[in-house]
């Protein structure tokens, strides 16, 4: 029962692939979902609606759908496979880089909206003030929009990332459960519990729900009293 | 420097039309009611505004030429803007607000003010180390202003800088506002509501109405037209310029040389020969055909009937020339016709009450 309590060197994987997981797809969320959250502020069109509810769409559908689709599409006949394949990369079914891209999609809108509410909170006026001292564009966003979305861009960060850690249907769907390459924390403990191994789930998802615990901890007294989601200025 | 501009804006429940020619020699106050179109005006000559059928050229600069598809952007116009909700950048302290504007300055000062004469004149020094979220509705215009200042604008726009501050913030921030306006080598183009608050620094007004300029001119032309709404206040006044001519400190009393004669007044806290302006309420001066006799009434001026109109029911307003000065004066519908008030005819006005203006 005792040796039993130790990680496995499986279970020492998972968790490195899960970090190194939501590690990469924050990264890339934040350098796509910065312009793509600032252009749904300053626009105001039918299109504009339509991108909105698009970006909202993973936080209703069951992952499994998404990862159904996305598993489709990576098919060698599916149109993402044909890419791929035409560009001479590794397919993406069941390997890392298909996880991050089911992740990104998966957690954008997690840091497209706090990045969204913070953005509109600012509003036109400090940057028109910020014009009428000779700020050019590009030089108001990084002087004035940056610092003043400081928050945003923490909060956006941490539910990025702890939301990645938390992924399980669509990486069931696109990833299997392969140790070292796309065996995650959360598919980690579910074959723990088919295998009857129970004691080996408690260790992970204990280690999940602390490590999300703090994470959390982090954001909040990184924001004070405000909320995780910012209400609408 | 010379300011023209021609412009069309139109919102869903709201369009302007403004056309302005105009030499400014000195400052140009922009007044009307609220929601007349004035901030928008100001915005647009900023580049705030985007408008239509446009063209803005001040100093010689094209700002705006739709004709040849010209569009200079806020940042590339020389301009310093005071924002009626002041807003200071609340994530930099005091010193970095100020640092924005100075890093990213014009190459030539045309204000005719350095950094430490600025920070002197609206007496900064204390705050430069402050959060701008830790100041006073005062301190942070102020500050505003300075900011601005920095940026060395060759013309400053300022909207209602005194809208949102509490009276006593007013009144602290108006002796820096005056010796900002004393010092400064550009025009301000300023925009108020409240005539009270322009008439002291502004030398000519526009006076803005539903989307577009009913009347521009001196203030002293301006505020006594009768065909405009300002002279149909129950406050109603005329303003009166001269010098200071003596200081009588048995009676505590100042005289005001002017072109519509010697004014006597409460006294006045500026040196003899200093110039001023005063306000005369159009409800305190009263009109007589014969020089009065024996009268409490210090000031007794000979005028001529320029133009009189109804006032609601009751009232006559008469519009009276006292040399190169226009004064105002309120009488009932009864008394101008027992004295056959009509243009041309020549009076006596009694002056009761004059006010510095202030």
């Not at chain 1, 000779?134 to 003043?148: C, E, H, K, N, Q």
């Not at chain 1, 249907?169 to 065996?183: A, D, K, R, S």
């Not at chain 2, 403004?18 to 647009?44: C, D, H, M, Q, W």
Request: aromatic share 8%; net charge neutral; proline share 5%.
């Amino acid at each position: 029962m005792m040796t039993n309590l130790a990680l496995g060197y499986d279970d020492l994987l998972a968790f490195w692939v899960t970090i190194k997981l939501a590690l990469v797809t924050t990264f890339i969320l934040i350098f796509l979902g910065t312009p793509l959250a600032w252009w749904l502020a300053k626009k105001n069109s039918w299109y504009r609606t339509l991108i909105e509810a698009l970006v909202a769409m993973p936080l209703v559908l069951p992952p499994t759908v998404l990862g159904f689709y996305l598993l489709v599409a990576f098919s060698p006949q599916g149109p993402v496979g044909q890419a791929v394949e035409a560009l001479g990369l590794a397919p993406l079914a069941f390997t890392f880089a298909g996880l991050v891209v089911g992740s990104v999609i998966y957690s954008t809108p997690f840091v497209v909206q706090p990045l969204l509410n913070t953005f509109q909170h600012i509003g036109r006026k400090p940057l028109e003030a910020a014009a009428t001292l000779g700020a050019s564009p590009i030089d108001r966003f990084f002087s004035i929009v940056l610092p003043m979305a400081k928050r945003g861009f923490i909060t956006a960060l941490t539910l990025g990332f702890a939301h990645t850690l938390g992924e399980f249907g669509v990486v069931l769907m696109i990833g299997g459960n392969i140790p070292g390459e796309t065996q995650v924390l959360s598919i980690a403990i579910y074959s723990h519990v088919e295998a009857l191994e129970y004691s080996r789930a408690h260790l992970l998802s204990a280690m999940l729900i602390l490590f999300s615990l703090l994470l959390l901890l982090m954001l909040y007294r990184n924001n004070g009293s405000a909320q995780v989601m910012p209400d609408e200025a | 420097m010379r300011l023209d501009l021609k412009t069309h804006i139109s919102r869903s429940d709201f369009s302007c039309h403004f056309e302005v020619n105009l030499e400014l020699t000195g400052n140009l106050a922009i007044i009307g009611p609220s929601g007349s179109g004035k901030t928008t005006l100001l915005r647009y000559i900023a580049g705030l505004e985007p408008g239509f059928n446009s063209h803005l050229t001040f100093n010689g600069q094209v700002w705006r030429d739709d004709a040849v598809g010209i569009m200079v952007p806020p940042h590339k116009r020389d301009i310093g803007y005071v924002f009626q909700d002041i807003l200071l950048f609340e994530h930099l302290t005091v010193q970095g607000n100020l640092d924005f504007a100075t890093r990213r300055a014009s190459q030539q000062t045309a204000t005719g003010l350095e950094y430490g004469e600025i920070i002197e004149l609206l007496d900064l020094k204390k705050l430069l180390q402050r959060k701008s979220d830790r100041l006073s509705g005062g301190e942070k215009q102020r500050v505003a202003i300075a900011r601005a200042l920095l940026r060395r604008p060759s013309l400053l726009l300022m909207d209602e800088p005194l809208a949102n501050l509490d009276q006593s913030s007013k009144d602290t921030i108006i002796p820096y506002l005056d010796r900002i306006t004393r010092h400064l080598k550009i025009p301000i183009l300023y925009v108020s509501h409240s005539l009270d608050e322009v008439a002291r620094l502004a030398d000519y007004i526009l006076y803005v109405e539903q989307g577009s300029i009913l009347a521009q001119g001196t203030i002293k032309e301006v505020v006594a037209r009768l065909d405009l709404p300002l002279a149909h206040r129950a406050n109603a006044s005329s303003v009166i310029e001269g010098e200071i001519d003596s200081h009588d400190s048995q009676f505590n009393l100042s005289t005001l040389r002017s072109s519509a004669g010697m004014i006597s007044v409460a006294h006045l806290p500026y040196p003899e020969g200093s110039r001023v302006r005063l306000r005369v309420m159009a409800r305190d001066v009263s009109l007589c055909l014969e020089p009065p006799k024996n009268t409490s009434i210090l000031n007794c001026i000979p005028v001529r009937v320029r133009d009189c109109v109804d006032d609601m029911d009751v009232y006559v307003i008469v519009s009276l020339d006292a040399g190169d000065e226009i004064i105002l004066s309120r009488i009932t519908r009864k008394s101008a016709h027992s004295l056959k008030i009509k243009p041309g005819l020549e009076l006596y006005a009694q002056v009761k009450g004059v006010a510095l203006v202030n």
